[in-house]
């Protein structure tokens, strides 16, 4: 079957840096996606992979491995309002988007 | 003027009621998507309409309709609802509905509960 996993939550201190990893199963691979998500709020755009290696974008970066089924996002320096759910998903061989249930990421001062 | 705009924010309902929500996008998309949005849980695909056409149905069941009037708004009605329903209701909008890298875009959800 298809599945997506990350882990449900995750803390850090402001100022630092913070890994949140998503491993992935699916039926082909065409590409993975990071949301971000606020408490009551839609979620929005993070980033695209489709090719294996590190994307850069400011403070975030996403990093894929097709052969391993594994992806994560890095966050540097931390502010209060990346406090958010981080979703990860997956488009398969159909184009259709598996997703993970979230990561919630608390950031303390 | 933010590009997907849900309406309710929050609605509570009794398990007779009927009451529909809509969804309106102004980025000039050609695909419309509800999505169900529960605790903890993966976002559970609902519908798919492509340029007002449903093209996908993932078995949902027949207390969800939804309509698709316009390229540019997306309705869902609830009726006989059950409390398992109580969930966060997610519309989004995408250029097309399938190919490679093609984003989301979100409105901010309706937060249901069905008492």
């Known amino acids: 079957g298809q599945n997506i996993d990350q882990p449900t939550e995750m803390t850090a201190t402001e100022g630092a840096i913070v890994q949140i990893n998503c491993t992935y199963q699916t039926s082909g691979f065409n590409g993975l996606f990071w949301y971000q998500q606020h408490a009551g709020e839609a979620p929005t755009f993070l980033s695209y992979n489709v090719l294996d290696g590190l994307e850069e974008k400011g403070r975030f970066s996403s990093f894929l491995s097709r052969s391993k089924g594994y992806s994560y996002l890095l966050l540097k320096e931390l502010q209060m309002k990346d406090s958010a759910s981080y979703l990860c998903?997956?488009?398969?061989?159909?184009?259709?988007?598996?997703w993970g249930a979230g990561t919630k990421l608390i950031i303390k001062p | 003027e933010t590009g997907v705009t849900q309406t309710p924010r929050h609605l509570v309902m009794g398990m007779t009621n009927k009451k529909s929500l809509k969804c309106e996008q102004h980025?000039?998309?050609?695909?419309m998507y509800w999505y169900k949005q529960s605790a903890k849980k993966p976002l559970e695909l609902m519908f798919v309409?492509?340029?007002?056409?449903?093209?996908e149905n993932n078995s949902v069941p027949s207390r969800f309709s939804p309509e698709c009037p316009n390229s540019s708004h997306l309705f869902l009605h609830l009726h006989t609802l059950q409390p398992e329903d109580s969930a966060l209701y997610l519309c989004?909008?995408?250029?097309?509905?399938?190919?490679?890298?093609?984003?989301?875009?979100f409105g901010s959800g309706t937060q249901l509960s069905v008492l």
């Open positions: 998903a997956t488009m398969d061989s159909n184009y259709q988007l598996i």
């Open positions: 980025l000039g998309h050609n695909a």
């Open positions: 989004a909008s995408s250029p097309t509905p399938t190919g490679g890298g093609e984003k989301l875009f």
């Open positions: 309409y492509s340029l007002e056409e449903r093209v």
